[in-house]
Structure formats: C-alpha cells, structure tokens
C-alpha cells in the first residue's frame, strides 16, 4: 500500500523555466491537496479537488497550475518559475472533508535559480 | 486574519518526561483539530483528531486536549522517548465557507536519553 506518491523527489529549475510535479494515490481519496512548506511557515494550500475533474484555488495559487483527470493524480505545473516559487511542495489526500487525517506524501524540493 | 500559533522554540526535555506542546488560534472556529508529527525531510503523518464537542482524546502514550473558549489545544506526549523527537504540527478545519484545513508552524521536540 503505498499511500501518496509525489515525483519527483528533488528538481533545480532556472528562473523562466516550466514544470509538472506529478501525486499519485491508492486509497480511493476523492479529496487531493497541494501545500508549499516554506521554512517557519505553516503548510499553505496552493489548490485542491474535491473529486475527479474538479479543482479549487487554495490560499498562495498565483503562479500555479492544477488538473485532476483521473481520480488517482493530482498535477501541479508551474508555467513560469520564480525564485519565489523555492519551496518543498506536498501533496496530500483526504477521504471527504478534512474531519479525516490527511494522507501525505514525501514531498518534493524545488530550487529555482 | 485566521492564525494559528505554536511556539517557534523547540521544546527540549529529558527521556520519560511528559511533552506539552502548545496550538493557539484566532480569528476561527474550528470544527476539529489535527495533530501531525513531521520528521526532517518527510511528510507529516497524522497522529489524531479532536472534534469541536470533544474536550480530550487519547491515544496510546498521546492526548490532546481541545478549549473552544480559551481557542487553544495541548498535545501530550506521556513517557517521552528518544525516537519521539520530531516537529508537531497542529492544524485547524471545518470553519465556516470552507473544509479548508490550514496548519501552524510546528513545534520541534528534542528528548535526550
């Protein structure tokens, strides 16, 4: 039973330059979340789906892309990126709303330079 | 603005103490309360939840406690180890206009031998 499963794990990017963080799950979720933990920062929620095709603006979403095609993934891109955008991203599951423990996964460090 | 505040100092104590960790909260009203313990470089991993109409739940070597009116939980960790030594994060969801969860900053413990 893996859980969630975020890729990559680790990624440089140069400034101006676009990419796709990839959240797989195996719990039948309907619930994904993407967070950013920025260091003495709380995690904050970028986007989220309640349920396969759906997607929401969370707190920090500019600069950011979601898509939920098939109920297991829940992609995140970034168009352009920004050396604001360095961060360790989370993506996370839930069963309905969050009166469950969210499930999370290992988590992926950006550096953009 | 909603704020949820944990102390930013780690929390240092001795092998088979109890650990009491602080979560304060503003400006929400939070149906239910999460605790998450974070290791470095991993996902944080839920350990409970505490509902609006619940003053206290236990489980295992941990209890947290939930005060509505003073907007504020306690974490315990009873017979502390080594091996529990790690970041806890609380979170708060369930507020009106949303199913949102949002965390705090977390706590770091360190229990010495």
Avoid at chain 1, 73 to 96: I, R, W
Avoid at chain 2, 47 to 64: A, D, G, S, T
Wanted: include cysteine; charged fraction near 20%.
């Amino acid at each position: 039973n893996a859980g969630v499963t975020q890729t990559p794990k680790f990624r440089v990017l140069k400034t101006g330059q676009s990419m796709t963080l990839l959240c797989a799950q195996d719990m039948n979720h309907e619930y994904m979340y993407w967070y950013r933990q920025d260091p003495g920062m709380g995690l904050r929620l970028i986007h989220y789906s309640v349920g396969e095709g759906t997607t929401a603006k969370g707190e920090v979403p500019d600069g950011y892309n979601v898509s939920r095609l098939k109920k297991q993934n829940f992609l995140l891109g970034l168009e352009s990126a920004a050396p604001s955008q360095t961060s360790v991203y989370f993506c996370a599951s839930s069963p309905s709303t969050g009166n469950y423990g969210y499930t999370f996964g290992s988590g992926t460090r950006l550096t953009v330079v | 603005s909603q704020k949820i505040e944990q102390n930013s100092e780690a929390l240092n104590i001795q092998e088979g103490k109890t650990a009491t960790l602080t979560c304060n909260y503003t400006n929400y009203s939070p149906a239910y309360l999460q605790w998450y313990r974070q290791d470095p470089g991993r996902g944080p991993v839920f350990l409970l939840l505490i509902r609006e109409n619940e003053k206290e739940k236990r489980k295992e070597r941990l209890k947290v406690t939930f005060d509505t009116t003073l907007k504020q939980s306690l974490f315990h960790i009873t017979a502390s180890q080594p091996a529990d030594s790690a970041t806890y994060l609380c979170a708060l969801g369930g507020d009106t206009g949303g199913f949102k969860t949002i965390f705090g900053a977390g706590t770091r413990l360190f229990v010495k031998a």
